[in-house]
């Protein structure tokens, strides 16, 4: 075994493309990734579709499944395809999880509502997922449904809301009749509203559960009106739009009451966690005041969490990761280091491991997280990228790992804003980190590989259908960047297109003379 470390650097959402529209990758100031670039061996890999288990190449990436990839050498079926094959076997509607819900509403004669992103963007959620399980609620002889709607504008086009709620209002339209009523019920953007992550900001979900639970908050007609008019009030995109309340002669269309089942529709697990722990909960929540809590069962697309058991109901299986490159480390008996600040934390320790809160190995595994600040990130796109790197650096010094991992979420996360000026800012920011991690592997002797999960900050504008340009806040299609920067060895990496993510752990353990599982992708060091 090579005892040299090794040290892996995440470079969230910084996507590698020759395009120049909206590229803040390549408008940055970069002299750290240029000269790695120019001096080492480094290729592009594929962080999207197919390499990360996606349905198709049309699908883009994003955090979740790019550091399973990352962290396990394997490629497992994932989000949308996960759900698709269940939807599409019949498997979800056979599982008891859905035979319960629905069997409480029709005996109960009470409501089934659905709480989700609607959207196509297959990242959080899919709204063929949802008009599937309307029709399947129909036919199994549910007669009431409502749906609360979270409006995306981030994975797909930034103003797109619309033809979201005409697409789900339409369905709904041709499912109501005598025997079936079905609605829009609230909703708000999912930056305002239900969708926090990591316990960042708790009240983001008490919005949301005032108007989905309760039916507080500013009422409107449909929802075509509240978003017409708080576009025109406010001027934002749709993942900022405020929360609105669906009502009919001043009463809201679709509060939730005694005997009711609830199906939170995401797949993806980071965004769906605290509003089930807000209906799982029980007398001794106190993240907020959740007033009367309705006796409703509840259940999500899939476990979001599978060791804190978040939902403890669920309708698909996750994928069932096994072999790791946390596991094959700890069998030998390498010490680990794995740090980022709280917007990605959950990726390198959780997602990283397979979907697991538990360390495999308390005594060979340390993690450490930064706080986030709790504000806009384009307001300070460093984030807390120089604490994340003066962790990283403490532990090369220390000598006591042989891999290091962080992630700088910047690129994502600002990118995510639409706020270019701020982003380049935010790419310039993990660069002047890089090269203070490479100054101290040098000086201890290491090896640097440098990765990113998918892109986003190299795409920040796109054509629209007018010929114009227009705001893109979505993760790109573009592949990332995979570099080698070894001071004291040489490598060379095999030619071709055909490596992703998941070839990114053989690699690594290749790099460390470690032999892989037999179940992994192969490296791309040339032997």
């Not at 005032?210 to 009030?233: K, L, M, P």
């Not at 796109?462 to 979505?474: H, L, S, V, Y």
Request: net charge negative.
């Amino acid at each position: 075994m090579n005892n040299k470390p090794v040290v892996l650097v995440v470079m969230d959402g910084v996507g590698e493309t020759p395009e120049t529209l909206g590229n803040m990758v390549m408008s940055a100031t970069t002299p750290t990734l240029d000269e790695l670039k120019a001096t080492c061996p480094w290729q592009i890999i594929k962080a999207h579709g197919a390499a990360v288990g996606l349905p198709s190449d049309d699908d883009m990436g994003n955090s979740e499944v790019g550091h399973n990839a990352l962290g396990c050498g394997q490629v497992y079926s994932q989000g949308a395809k996960l759900v698709n094959e269940s939807i599409e076997s019949g498997k979800i509607y056979a599982s008891e999880t859905w035979q319960e819900l629905v069997g409480q509403v029709k005996a109960n004669a009470s409501t089934l509502h659905f709480i989700g992103l609607l959207s196509d963007g297959n990242v959080h959620s899919n709204i063929s997922h949802l008009i599937a399980m309307l029709k399947q609620a129909k036919a199994e002889g549910v007669k009431r449904v409502r749906c609360h709607i979270l409006l995306d504008g981030r994975d797909v086009p930034a103003t797109s809301a619309l033809e979201y709620v005409q697409q789900l209002e339409d369905v709904l339209t041709s499912l109501n009749d005598a025997d079936f009523d079905g609605c829009i019920a609230s909703g708000g953007g999912r930056m305002k509203v239900t969708m926090d992550r990591y316990q960042a900001n708790w009240a983001m979900v008490e919005a949301g559960w005032n108007v989905h639970v309760h039916g507080q908050g500013r009422q409107f007609a449909s929802a075509t009106e509240a978003i017409e008019t708080y576009r025109a009030e406010t001027g934002v995109i749709d993942q900022d739009l405020p929360a609105f309340v669906i009502a009919k002669d001043g009463e809201p269309v679709g509060k939730m009451a005694d005997g009711d089942s609830v199906i939170l529709y995401n797949f993806r697990g980071d965004r769906a966690q605290e509003i089930s722990m807000a209906f799982d909960g029980d007398a001794s929540f106190d993240k907020f005041d959740r007033g009367v809590v309705p006796n409703v069962k509840y259940a999500g697309m899939l476990q979001y969490d599978g060791d804190l058991n978040i939902p403890n109901k669920f309708l698909v299986n996750p994928p069932e990761i096994k072999d790791t490159l946390t596991e094959l480390l700890v069998k030998a008996g390498v010490n680990e280091y794995a740090c980022s600040e709280t917007q990605k934390y959950g990726h390198v320790t959780y997602f990283w491991n397979g979907n697991r809160s538990e360390k495999f190995s308390e005594e060979l595994e340390t993690w450490e997280e930064v706080p986030s600040d709790v504000r806009s990130f384009d307001e300070c796109p460093w984030m807390k990228a120089t604490e994340v790197t003066d962790l990283v650096i403490a532990a090369l010094q220390s000598g006591k790992y042989g891999f290091i991992r962080c992630n700088f979420p910047n690129g994502d996360m600002v990118g995510h804003t639409g706020n270019c000026l701020a982003t380049e800012i935010a790419v310039e920011t993990v660069d002047l980190c890089l090269a203070r991690i490479k100054k101290v592997v040098d000086e201890v002797g290491a090896i640097l590989c440098i990765t990113a999960d998918h892109g986003n900050a190299d795409q920040m504008l796109e054509k629209n259908k007018k010929d114009g340009i227009a705001p893109r806040t979505a993760h790109s299609l573009n592949p990332v960047p995979f570099i080698v920067y070894d001071p004291n060895g040489r490598h060379e990496l095999k030619e071709g297109t055909g490596f992703g993510l998941a070839n990114v752990a053989p690699t690594i353990v290749d790099l460390m003379g470690i032999e892989p599982f037999a179940s992994w992708e192969e490296s791309m060091l040339k032997k």
